[in-house]
T-cell receptor, first 114, second 114 residues
Framework: NAGVTQTPKFQVLKTGQSMTLQCAQD?????MSWYRQDPGMGLRLIHY???????DQGEVPNGYNVSRSTTEDFPLRLLSAAPSQTSVYFC?????????????FGPGTRLTVL | GNSVTQMEGPVTLSEEAFLTINCTYT??????LFWYVQYPGEGLQLLLK?????DKGSNKGFEATYRKETTSFHLEKGSVQVSDSAVYFC?????????????FGDGTTLTVKP
């Protein structure tokens, strides 16, 4: 199993550009999440999904869109990039509906917006 | 709402020293508690977890005990190694919610010197 994969690993954008961060998992997990990691602020939840076709907002959803057409994939879209979106982005997945289950994280995408 | 407060870092120790990283939480009900570790350039991975009061999670020489009376989940290791240098995150998953909505602390950076 590859686990959770993310592409690209690094990306530089100009203000106003759009892009999609890709995330895929091969563990048949129902739940997938997107976090951003900023220095001194831990991980903050952007959006999450409880299954194909179902998504919801997390703590910091503004400026980001998501969709979940398949169990495996959960892309994150930046519609008009801003310097405040410079961050490291992590995708994670977890199995089932229990609060006991840990999350599995991808390696991250480091995004810089100029 | 839920919150996790971690001991501020960075923490610098000599090899074979004793490690404690404090973590306290605020949550309704009975959350599950986790410690994740992030090695340089990688995503987070589960280190240990505990799902009910007085449970002790352990892995790779690290331990943490779920203390409901003090709402704490402190991470300890008796003798750290250089290879333990990483960022450590305490997290909780509220009861009756999925772990995909976990709340994370800000992270504590540990550096172990030979």
């Amino acid at each position: 199993n590859a686990g959770v994969t993310q592409t690209p690993k690094f990306q530089v954008l100009k203000t106003g550009q759009s892009m999609t961060l890709q995330c895929a998992q091969d563990m048949n997990h129902e739940y997938m999440s997107w976090y951003r990691q900023d220095p001194g602020m831990g991980l903050r939840l952007i959006h999450y999904s409880v299954g194909a076709g179902i998504t919801d907002q997390g703590e910091v959803p503004n400026g980001y869109n998501v969709s979940r057409s398949t169990t495996e994939d959960f892309p994150l879209r930046l519609l008009s990039a801003a310097p405040s979106q410079t961050s490291v982005y992590f995708c994670a997945s977890s199995d089932g509906q229990s609060s006991y289950n840990e999350q599995f994280f991808g390696p991250g995408t480091r995004l810089t917006v100029l | 709402g839920n919150s996790v407060t971690q001991m501020e870092g960075p923490v610098t120790l000599s090899e074979e020293a004793f490690l404690t990283i404090n973590c306290t939480y605020t949550a309704t009900g009975y959350p599950s508690l986790f410690w994740y570790v992030q090695y340089p350039g990688e995503g987070l991975q589960l280190l240990l977890k505990a799902t009910k009061a007085d449970d002790k999670g352990s892995n790779k020489g690290f331990e943490a005990t779920y203390r409901k009376e003090t709402t704490s989940f402190h991470l300890e290791k008796g003798s750290v190694q250089v290879s333990d240098s990483a960022v450590y995150f305490c997290a909780l998953s509220a009861f009756n919610t999925n772990a995909g909505k976990s709340t994370f602390g800000d992270g504590t950076t540990l550096t172990v010197k030979p």
